[in-house]
Nanobody, 114 residues
């Protein structure tokens, strides 16, 4: 299973970015999809999570600014990030969960700076 993430980059405070992630390989029964991030010196933390049954969870720091969406049939998950803040700067990782297994993308860097 491979996860390919894209969409990171440099953006000014208040700007927007959209991250996308596509899975390929032997992944057939997705239980959940999500985005995590890791800033320098910090642990990896959950940003947003989505399940095919429609359950969605966001970290309090991104509620109202970020929106996660996913398609289990297309094996894709996206994260629309609006009103970005410098504290959103981190490497963002997508993940897919299947039958107790967790798969990770390679990470995409988001830098919010003027």
């Amino acid at each position: 299973v491979q996860l390919q993430a894209s969409g990171g980059g440099l953006v000014q405070p208040g700007g927007s970015l959209r991250l996308s992630c596509a899975a390929s390989g032997r992944i057939f029964s997705i239980n959940g999809m999500g985005w995590y991030r890791q800033a320098p010196g910090n642990q990896r933390e959950l940003v947003a999570r989505f399940t095919p049954l429609g359950f969605t969870r966001y970290d309090d720091s991104v509620k109202g600014r970020f929106t996660i969406s996913g398609d289990k049939d297309k094996k894709t998950v996206s994260l629309q990030m609006n009103s970005l803040k410098p504290e959103d700067t981190a490497v963002y990782y997508c993940n897919f969960d299947q039958s107790g297994q967790r798969f990770w993308g390679q990470g995409t860097l988001v830098t919010v700076s003027s």
